[in-house]
């Protein structure tokens, strides 16, 4: 109890549960784990099951691709207060991408099958959840459309 | 911009604003690899005064003129302009070397309003070679910090390697009363920066929407969405200013090549209040 009572405060802080009813972030807390990950750790790999997503507490998050024979390519950082990893919700639950820390990075994971068990059981849950991410995943996509206009390229 | 300020920027408009004066280029600096930077001095031995965020027209003889946005002033007198080889008229400046001459004409155009912003947060929101016009006004709030609230530098560029004036940013990002975030669209693994888009900064900056003032200057699509971000975070838009750019030719509101809707981009702009021009920025026509 002591530990998601911990957890529970770790929810509140981070702006993706900040505004979220108690009793929804206590109950949340159960799926809730904390993480720790030095520089160059890997949060997660690029096609193995997406059994969680991350709230990053602090440090700084690469999204990456890994490209065959290449360099990864960087697409994105996350920083502090930073959310990553959708796949948990959209089948086949693989993550898209690879995440790596690039420094001490603390962080919260919340388990998918925990996560889906719950808002089975309670719809208005789920749709507070989905609610919650829909509005990120479209300020990243809005984000990426941006940087594919190429906006600071020569105009020759 | 406060009426002090208007008059101000006209009072140091040339007697003939079409007759160019000879100026001559006394260092001239590389800043990335199509971009760099000229300091002039003026043949004449006549002072110079502008405001931050006007231009002027630099004319590279025998090439034709280009609108040019003042990035500094070294000391008085000598005046610095950042230029990124785009053309005809922007290749032969850069071709020129240390003591040649250019023609200029100016200053011109509505500056900055960094009267309006004193006593509030000061935004200055930089993409690409947007950073070079608004320099001047960074230069103005840091030599002026005690009149202003919090001070936030964002800055966006293609790549590590496009970034302009890293040697300033480096400087502002050592002081203790400035904020400055950084990030590129694109960057190899090495990089220990961000990576991401300027609106990704706006939403994890401090700074009292109400009673803050953003200047905003890039390329069009990355300041309107930037200003989208700037009201997301909910900012008015009379507080949110942007510098835009288009073919100026006479520079004084004659010839129509700039002409934004009911406005001249060189007379009443380059810097507008984003309200009084919102509609028209997503004009396609314009």
């Known amino acids: 109890m002591v530990e998601i009572d911990g957890l529970s405060k770790l929810l509140k802080e981070h702006p993706f549960f900040a505004d979220w009813s108690d009793d929804y972030r206590d109950l949340l807390a159960g799926c809730a784990a904390n993480h720790r990950f030095d520089a160059n750790d890997y949060i997660a790999r690029e096609g193995q099951p997406a059994d969680k997503f991350f709230l990053v507490r602090h440090g700084t998050v690469v999204l990456e691709y890994p490209v065959p024979g290449r360099e990864p390519v960087l697409l994105e950082t996350l920083h502090e207060g930073g959310v990553f990893g959708w796949s948990w919700m959209i089948a086949p639950y693989r993550w898209a991408f690879d995440a790596r820390a690039t420094e001490l990075v603390r962080a919260v994971s919340m388990d998918a099958t925990c996560l889906r068990g719950k808002c089975d059981a309670d719809h208005t849950l789920g749709y507070e959840l989905f609610r919650q991410f829909i509005p990120i995943m479209a300020r990243r996509l809005e984000a990426t459309r941006l940087r594919l206009l190429d906006v600071y390229g020569s105009t020759r | ?286």
């Open chain 2, 1 to 286: 911009m406060t009426a002090t300020a208007e008059n101000r920027a006209a009072a140091v408009a040339p007697a003939d604003p079409m007759v160019p004066r000879p100026f001559r280029i006394v260092r001239r600096q590389r800043e990335l690899s199509d971009t760099f930077t000229m300091e002039l001095t003026a043949e004449d031995g006549q002072p110079f005064d502008f405001r931050p965020g006007q231009f002027n027209m630099l004319y590279a003889f025998g090439a034709g003129v280009s609108a040019i946005s003042i990035s500094g002033e070294k000391s008085s007198g000598r005046l610095l302009h950042t230029v990124r080889a785009v053309g005809t008229v922007t290749d032969r400046l850069q071709a020129l070397r240390k003591g040649d001459v250019v023609g200029l004409r100016g200053p011109f155009g509505r500056p900055w309003p960094v009267d309006r912003a004193r006593r509030r947060d000061v935004l200055i929101i930089a993409g690409g070679i947007g950073l070079a016009p608004l320099r001047p006004a960074i230069h103005h709030v840091l030599a002026n910090r005690g009149d202003y609230g919090r001070v936030l530098i964002l800055y966006g560029a293609r790549t590590p390697d496009d970034i302009l004036f890293p040697k300033d940013l480096k400087a502002w990002r050592s002081r203790f009363d400035v904020f400055v975030d950084v990030t590129v669209d694109r960057a190899a693994p090495g990089w220990a920066g961000k990576i991401g888009v300027v609106p990704d900064l706006i939403e994890r900056a401090a700074f009292s929407a109400e009673d803050a003032t953003a200047m905003v200057c890039g390329p069009e699509v990355m300041m309107l969405f930037t200003v989208r971000a700037l009201l997301r975070a909910g900012m008015a838009e009379e507080d949110v200013y942007v510098s835009m750019e288009r073919n100026m030719k006479c520079a004084v509101g004659f010839c129509g090549h700039c002409q934004f809707g009911g406005r001249f981009v060189c007379k009443d702009g380059p810097v507008f209040a984003y309200t009084d021009i919102a509609h028209h920025m997503t004009v396609r026509e314009l």
